[in-house]
């Protein structure tokens, strides 16, 4: 009997195949996609945050080549300790249409999310335990008019009216009437403000080939198939990379936090405005009781430039304040470091390397610092991973091996990539440690 329903399975060349054989555990199976990765600390402590897809396939079919899945997506929420990589809190989310949680912003020991559910809301996570520490009830208790006044829409529609500021570290939310709304995340109070909301901001690729390292300095990567970099005006033979990219944070970044230098030549610009302004001044005091009618002129003519040179500060403190509230990506280290994503060769089962370059934009020059290998991280995941039709038929839920991200915390570089996370000590290079999600 067994058999013959072997025959029957490698007989059909077109399968379905359908019911409970499919069932993931939410709170124990491998992940089939990751939604969010945010790091975030509490007292001391720091903990990476990811809201995971689990697939429950309901059918799957194979014929010809081409694949079919049909099921439909739980969500659970997990804490790891980033020192560790090991599970803190895992917590079950449910359906989509069981109240989808929106990802508003992380402030110090708060995750604040907004649910569609209404006996939820809007409310704040502990990183560690992922209990609720701050609830819908304890917010309208301070704003008494948010009570019944949250806009209800669709879960797709939610960024619209829920964000947060990533600058000023605080929540944004908007009442049903539009208004929006600053929330303190100390003690709930809220300010409104004519500002739209705006949105934790996540890119789907965490690689470029050309990245700024200040305001007005930037570095490439270019040639085939390896890459040199092209920095300072200057094109370096070494080092050089097979198919190399420079990684990008997958979460937008506070440029002042990440790297504050970034800024440097636009402080300058701004002392030495300022010194020519103090120099004038410094002068006209000296000069109270001059004759000479050609110095008082040539005063008359630099305290003329006085009112140019302020309008020229207030324009640099615009821009700096422009840089620091728009999108930043780069990931640079503190030692002015970047990164860049290579392969071990050109073929489809290549591996990845991540390399550490250091640069020195007054010396105009780049140092290789240390290259790692990953060795259970393919360049290619879907390539490498070609499955024949039984094989997938007879596997559970739908992996999404495209899925990448990349985070820089202190002096950790975390990677995500063929639903694995690994996690790199900055400053050596060390894989500290890694996990199949």
């Known amino acids: 009997m067994r058999t013959i329903i072997y025959f029957f399975l490698f007989a059909l060349p077109a399968f379905l195949i359908s019911g409970c054989m499919f069932k993931k555990n939410v709170m124990k199976d491998e992940a089939d996609d990751i939604e969010e990765a945010i790091v975030a600390s509490v007292n001391g402590e720091n903990f990476l945050v990811m809201k995971e897809e689990i697939f429950q396939a309901t059918s799957k079919s194979s014929k010809q080549g081409f694949r079919t899945t049909s099921g439909y997506t739980e969500y659970r929420l997990t804490s790891y300790d980033l020192n560790t990589g090991k599970i803190s809190k895992r917590i079950e989310l449910g359906e989509r249409d069981d109240g989808y949680m929106y990802f508003l912003g992380a402030t110090d020991g708060k995750l604040w999310y907004f649910c569609d559910n209404e006996k939820t809301g809007l409310h704040a996570r502990n990183p560690k335990t992922l209990d609720i520490v701050v609830s819908k009830d304890d917010i309208e208790k301070v704003n008494p008019f948010l009570k019944n006044n949250f806009p209800k829409v669709k879960w797709y529609e939610l960024r619209k009216y829920f964000g947060f500021d990533l600058v000023k570290k605080m929540p944004m939310i908007a009442d049903n009437s539009g208004f929006v709304y600053l929330l303190n995340p100390e003690n709930y109070s809220t300010e409104k403000i004519s500002s739209p909301v705006k949105n934790f901001e996540y890119e789907k690729t965490m690689s470029t080939t050309s990245i700024n390292v200040t305001n007005k300095d930037y570095m490439s990567l270019s040639g085939d198939p390896r890459k040199t970099i092209h920095f300072a005006s200057k094109e370096f033979e070494q080092p050089d990379f097979l198919k190399g990219e420079f990684l990008e944070s997958s979460n937008s970044l506070n440029v002042k936090e990440i790297f504050p230098e970034y800024l440097n030549p636009i402080y300058e610009e701004i002392e030495k405005n300022q010194r020519f302004i103090d120099s004038v001044n410094g002068m006209e005091e000296q000069m109270k009781e001059e004759t000479d009618q050609w110095k008082i002129r040539t005063l008359q003519n630099l305290k003329s430039r006085i009112k140019y040179e302020e309008e020229n500060i207030g324009r640099k403190y615009k821009e700096i304040n422009d840089l620091s509230t728009s999108r930043f990506n780069t990931i640079i280290s503190r030692d002015k470091g970047v990164f860049v994503i290579h392969t071990t060769t050109a073929s489809d089962t290549a591996k990845v390397l ?14 290789l610092i ?32 495209r899925t990448k991200r990349a985070i820089i915390y202190g002096d950790k570089l975390i990677l995500v990539s063929m639903l694995r996370t690994v996690c790199i000590d900055i400053n050596s290079g060390k894989v500290l440690w890694e996990f199949q999600i």
């Open 354 to 367: 991540i390399s550490k370059v250091n640069f020195d934009v007054k010396e105009k020059s780049i140092t």
């Open 370 to 401: 240390w290259t790692t290998f990953l060795e259970n991280i393919f360049a290619e995941p879907e390539k490498v991973f070609e499955k024949g039709g039984f094989d997938y038929v007879f596997s559970k839920g739908s992996p999404n091996l």
